[in-house]
């Protein structure tokens, strides 16, 4: 596909989606988060349900005024979320368009969830075609499994979370136990898909002390690869934690305290990788960025340029040999379609390099073009 290809498949789903949607319940779509939010580092989150009953000690969601005690399912159903991400104007359809990751604020297969986001899923697939991930603590038995590879389709990158054993009942009071999320990948296997060990967040002295047997384990139970993720305190996080365990251990990452109900993430770059050569010894493939793991079940470049960071494991997905050839004629259809005049563009293998004639171009722009041709982009005056 060109460039402009995708942006077209945009403008083409709304308006078919806007024929089919009441005008009432468009206006709710209009002011729902996904038809603004920018992505971050694993892609734009999709909100299938609000708050979790896991009650994970190292969890964020009550800085983020969401419940620890109930889940609240998603109001809009799967046509509207399409609908909604069409509407988003950082968002980028296609197979090598936006990541999209179910998961981030509440358990997407808790019961209250599940219909939500089987329908998310099929409706994203049919529509849109865009790379899924999620992740999960939840046991997964065969009959749940084959909806979701049906649902999202083969490639879908399910995460499985597990990073302790012997303090699981502690610090995830009220999730499944790990014997029963190592089922969840068994099952996931099973039918096709390729789930990956979700170690994250690494907790200092304990994730990286379980680290050889959690490996071993998820390996042993059809884990293809895992993903070795970061941590982020706050001020909750470590009121629950040192009633359990020396919060010291925690904190001497910590450039500083948190305050209120900021999000503070932890130095642990050299924990993680000690914990990602133990992953290398068990020949699992690594990952240091859920994005990273999403490319790999896709087999498409890693959409947040991970292989241009200091972030990329040189997996063997070889996101650089799949960024895609583009020409300056590419870039200025899509600059045009944006309403954007453009002096003079400079493409190379790492960067595009924008020289435009407005005194503003739009904020969307850096991330729409970075998205489509997997480079970084610099825009001049």
């Known amino acids: 596909m060109r460039l402009i290809e995708y942006l077209e498949l945009k403008d083409k789903v709304r308006k078919e989606l806007s024929s089919l949607i009441p005008e009432n319940r468009k206006r709710i779509v209009e002011r729902d988060s996904h038809a603004k939010r920018k992505p971050i580092g694993c892609g734009l989150t999709i909100h299938v349900g609000y708050g979790c009953t896991n009650r994970c000690l190292y969890c964020y969601i009550q800085d983020m005024d969401l419940s620890f005690t109930s889940v609240t399912s998603n109001p809009l159903t799967g046509l ?7 509407l988003n104007p950082y968002f980028v359809p296609g197979k090598l368009g936006t990541f999209l990751a179910f998961g981030s604020i509440t358990e997407p ?19 849109l075609g865009n790379p899924i991930q999620f992740s999960t603590k939840m046991y997964i038995d065969l ?10 389709g083969r490639n879908v990158s399910p995460l499985v979370s597990i990073v302790t054993i012997k303090m699981a009942d502690r610090l995830e009071p009220n999730a499944p136990p790990p014997h029963l999320r190592l ?28 680290a050889d047997t959690i490996i071993s384990l998820a390996k042993s139970y059809g884990s293809v ?45 050299h924990v993680r990788r000690k914990i990602l050569e133990k992953a290398r010894k068990f020949n ?37 040999s799949k960024q895609p050839k583009i020409t300056e004629e590419d870039v200025r259809e899509v600059l045009e379609h944006l309403n954007v005049k453009c002096k003079n563009i400079t493409i190379t293998e790492r960067e595009i390099v924008l020289r435009i004639k407005s005194k503003r ?3 969307e722009l850096p991330v729409i073009l970075s998205t489509l041709t997997k480079r970084k982009v610099k825009i001049l005056k």
């Open 80 to 86: 509207e979320l399409v609908y909604a991400l069409t």
């Open 225 to 269: 690869s895992v993903v070795i993720g970061g941590f982020r305190i706050t001020n909750r996080i470590i009121n629950r934690l040192k009633e359990i365990y020396p919060i010291d251990r925690i904190l001497i990452y910590a450039k500083r305290l948190p305050h209120g109900k900021e999000q503070i993430p932890l130095n642990i770059i």
């Open 109 to 127: 297969f808790h019961k209250v969830n599940v219909s939500k986001t089987l329908d998310y899923m099929k409706c994203i697939k049919k529509y």
């Open 284 to 320: 699992l493939t690594c990952h240091l960025h859920a994005c990273c793991a999403c490319a790999y079940t896709h087999s498409v470049p890693c959409w947040n340029l991970c292989w241009l960071k200091n972030g990329c494991t040189h997996c063997n997905n070889e996101c650089w």
């Open 183 to 210: 089922e969840t990948i068994r099952n996931l296997r099973k039918v096709g898909l390729k789930p990956q060990l979700f170690m994250r967040p690494v907790i200092p002295t304990i994730t990286d002390v379980e």
């Open 361 to 363: 171009s739009p904020r």
């Open 143 to 152: 009959e749940l499994a084959k909806k979701i590879r049906d649902a999202a």
